[in-house]
């Protein structure tokens, strides 16, 4: 009688002992994980900086070139200015995003967000031989924090460029209203993504940039697409892709409509 409760006191003893182990591993699994959604977000931001800080060199580069025509300086400084005051708020903004603050959502001009997203870029498409086809409703509005849905469309129209860089094509951006939702969609006619890779498009460092593969010879952070992600979870959206190899590929959003009552 005394050895089996022995045993069971033993046994009590090891459990109490894994138990605590479990709780100190919990513990340092959650303090890795937060230095790992730190590491994640630093790359973010240094990849949604980089897209504005080449435009911003490419201004300069004007002014400085054309010190002449003040017109042309006047207006590349401009730009330059412009897109440094989005880097600053988009700082703000990804930093907000990764602990999880609340940001302030509003009532947003669909086609304005999309004119403001193309005049911070640089390169006039149809120098690549891209074309650039727009549909979207001049009053459709969406509900959203406006630097972040840019930061989103930015970074899926750079990928449709990059894409189609070496043949060029079109890009489609086109939007609709769904019931309560908004729809967008993004396409090219570029290389598009290989099945194998759809299933982690959205994950962080991810890429189907591998060196000379890219038309640019670039290779890719894999960071801009799951920044796109996780913008649209945090507006309660949807992001998914369809894609064929040599057909292109198509991005699909899905964004709750304003109405009385959001905050």
């Excluded at 046994?11 to 303090?31: D, I």
Aim: proline fraction near 4%.
């Amino acid at each position: 009688m005394a050895s089996f409760t022995e045993k069971r006191l033993s046994l009590h003893r090891n459990l109490g002992e894994r138990q605590q182990e479990n709780e100190a591993l919990k513990s340092q699994l959650g303090r890795l994980q937060h230095l790992a959604n730190i590491g994640v977000v630093s790359y973010m931001i240094a990849h949604e900086i980089n897209n504005l800080l080449t435009p911003v060199g490419t201004y300069a580069g004007l002014a400085l070139n054309n010190p002449d025509d003040e017109d042309l300086a006047k207006k590349a400084l401009e730009k330059a200015v412009r897109n440094c005051e989005r880097a600053s708020k988009i700082t703000e903004s990804m930093l907000a995003l990764a602990d999880g603050r609340e940001q302030q959502k509003k009532s947003c001009r669909l086609i304005t967000l999309l004119e403001e997203v193309f005049g911070c870029l640089a390169r006039d498409f149809g120098k690549d031989g891209i074309t650039v086809d727009i549909r979207i409703p001049e009053d459709l509005e969406v509900w959203a924090v406006p630097v972040q849905l840019q930061q989103v469309l930015m970074n899926l129209i750079l990928n449709a460029r990059e894409t189609m860089l070496q043949g060029g094509g079109i890009l489609t951006i086109k939007a609709m209203d769904n019931a309560d939702t908004v729809g967008i969609e993004v396409r090219d006619t570029g290389e598009g993504i290989e099945p194998a890779d759809l299933k982690g498009i959205f994950e962080p460092f991810f890429t189907t940039k591998r060196g000379d593969s890219s038309p640019s010879g670039r290779l890719g952070a894999g960071l801009g697409l799951a920044f796109c992600s996780r913008v649209i979870d945090a507006h309660h959206g949807a992001i998914s892709v369809e894609s064929r190899p040599a057909e292109g590929s198509t991005f699909k959003i899905a964004l709750p409509k304003p109405q009385s009552g959001n905050s």
